[in-house]
């Protein structure tokens, strides 16, 4: 059985949820999905500067937790860059 999941503390919501290219109309893009904690979790890191660990204890979660959001996070934003995708943050339920 795996363990419960800890509620992870976000720090900002943001009012804009959804990027896309210019020029192109959003129904002929495919979509990346976003997590909340993930859009967290690179602002933490990137934008404000933070180590793993202090930002793994802003978010209330584990290091390697942290590690795993974090990459899961940069690979969906370079996928959307790279391919030409919409970027939709969501929240998860």
Do not use: V, W
């Not at 933070?50 to 959001?69: D, V, W, Y």
Request: aromatic residues 6%.
């Amino acid at each position: 059985m795996a363990r419960p999941r800890l509620c992870r503390r976000i720090g900002f919501n943001p009012n804009i949820t959804y990027f896309k290219p210019q020029g192109i109309p959003l129904r002929e893009l495919k979509e990346t999905l976003l997590e909340i904690d993930e859009f967290e979790a690179i602002r933490l890191k990137d934008l404000e500067g933070l180590e793993q660990e202090g930002c793994a204890k802003k978010m209330n979660i584990s290091q390697p937790t942290f590690h795993r959001i974090l990459l899961s996070a940069r690979k969906k934003i370079t996928d959307a860059i790279i391919n030409g995708k919409a970027i939709k943050i969501i929240k998860k339920n």
